[in-house]
């Protein structure tokens, strides 16, 4: 597992980047609203990928959108699958859009 690895925001680009020894391995594209946060597609660059990056994006993602207070809608089902796995992240999502992250989805 690579030791350098970075996740931040770039909202001119509408997305969250992981880097790897500064290099960009992924990103979580969104659309962001004043009242919450549509993340649409996630995507790890093939030499990146089996290295959980996926899911430590999402993480850092989902992270900052609690922080900013954003509800999340999971259009990504990339996204959608982890908080499926991962509860403590279904109190994110918008009440509009829970079926998205409901089980057996």
């Known amino acids: ?3 350098n690895i970075e996740v931040s925001d770039h909202p001119e680009a509408s997305r969250f980047e992981i880097l790897v020894d500064g ?4 990103f979580a594209q969104y659309r962001r609203r004043p ?3 549509f993340f649409t597609h996630t995507e790890i660059l ?4 089996g290295m959980g990056l996926g899911s430590r994006l999402v993480v850092a993602a ?5 922080t900013a207070g ?5 259009l ?4 959608a699958r982890y908080i ?10 918008h009440e509009d859009y829970l079926d998205l992250v409901e089980d057996g989805e």
């Open 23 to 26: 290099e960009v391995a992924g």
């Open 76 to 79: 990504c089902p990339f996204v």
């Open 46 to 49: 093939p030499k990146f990928e």
């Open 84 to 93: 499926r796995r991962h509860p403590e992240y279904k109190d994110l999502v």
């Open 62 to 66: 989902l992270d900052q959108s609690r």
């Open 35 to 37: 009242n919450k946060i």
């Open 1 to 3: 597992m690579p030791e």
């Open 70 to 74: 954003l509800p999340v809608v999971p």
